[in-house]
């Protein structure tokens, strides 16, 4: 393949790297490149430099070649990516929403900035278990500001929405443009953004799927086996639309009576880890059935803000979410 000048050079180029090219000449044997880097990652700039290289190196007449990279001054850096992690279940009454929000203030005390969208329009909780009940999110340039709880962990909720006590009697459409606005709000420097979704796998799923597709999924479920059979119906969900699971908890596994010490499983124990085992998940940890774990979720005061062995087991399978995302 010979190349007589510049512009018959330039035509035998790559789609990809010809929209990036400024410039092309020869000048004393050597031919000098000048590629538009603008608005491209660290490692995707190497990346059109390499790929510019070896599509010309081997080309006659080129000679000694340059390239430079050039972008805007006034480019800012390019910021991490939020990433959006789904909690799901399946089935109500497995506690996933305690869960949700002990899962993300062991990640905010790890030292990511975490927020929270409490997607159960129908059944919101997330105000009660952060402490924020009775407080009214702004809206700011038609998105809505979240409510700073006193954990570090901003959220929105329809609880925030509503009037208290009020039935949230909407059809599935509103319901969804509910969901829309809070994921859509102005979550600021915020990383890590857990979505606590309602059970089941219904338009409330659907939509986040279609509109916000989360970057995770993390399943609870408890060790019996009807909880195990629609968690399993949750993580299919997730894997037709392409969303990883992260994990697999077993909540309310092993109950310690108080008085003697003496630990039983009402509920059953291993069920979740050995489903996680044999469909080749993660399994994230075990949180025990303790009342300790309620009381603290009524009174808005979440476990994994303490120091407790409750706390520790929080902390645990934060820090298994934590290394999943990283490895993203």
């Not at 929209?19 to 044997?29: D, K, P, Q, T």
């Not at 059935?289 to 520790?312: F, K, N, W, Y």
Request: charged share 20%; net charge negative; hydrophobic share 45%.
């Amino acid at each position: 393949m010979s190349s007589d000048d510049p512009q018959t050079l330039k035509s035998r180029l790559p789609a990809p790297i010809a929209e990036r090219l400024s410039s092309l000449r020869f000048a004393e044997g050597r031919t000098i490149v000048v590629l538009d880097a603008s608005g491209l990652a660290p490692n995707d700039r190497e990346a059109l430099e390499a790929d510019t290289r070896a599509a010309l190196q081997n080309e006659a007449g080129v000679g000694e070649l340059h390239i430079a990279l050039t972008a805007d001054r006034d480019e800012a850096p390019a910021k991490p990516r939020r990433r959006v992690i789904a909690v799901g279940s399946g089935k109500g009454g497995v506690g996933k929403s305690t869960v949700a929000t002990n899962l993300a203030v062991a990640l905010a005390r790890s030292g990511h900035r975490v927020g929270m969208v409490d997607a159960d329009i129908y059944g919101p909780s997330q105000a009660r278990l952060l402490d924020t009940e009775g407080q009214r999110p702004i809206a700011r340039e038609k998105k809505l500001i979240p409510v700073q709880s006193r954990w570090g962990v901003p959220v929105l909720s329809m609880a925030h929405l509503a009037q208290p006590g009020d039935a949230i009697a909407w059809r599935g459409p509103m319901a969804g443009n509910a969901l829309v606005q809070m994921l859509d709000g102005d979550w600021s420097d915020v990383d890590v953004l857990i979505v606590d979704l309602p059970p089941g796998t219904g338009d409330i799923q659907l939509t986040m799927l279609q509109r916000f597709k989360p970057d995770g999924a993390v399943i609870v479920s408890t060790p019996q086996d009807l909880a195990l059979i629609d968690a399993s119906r949750a993580i299919a969900l997730f894997d037709k639309a392409g969303v990883p699971i992260v994990g697999m908890i077993e909540n309310m596994a092993g109950y310690a009576c108080p008085h003697c010490g003496e630990v039983s499983d009402p509920f059953g124990r291993g069920g979740a880890e050995a489903a996680a085992g044999d469909r080749d998940h993660a399994f994230l940890g075990r949180i025990p059935l303790d009342i300790t774990i309620r009381q603290e979720g009524d009174a808005g005061t979440p476990t994994a803000a303490g120091e407790g062995v409750q706390a520790q087991a929080f902390a645990a399978i934060a820090a298994h979410v934590a290394s999943w995302i990283a490895a993203q």
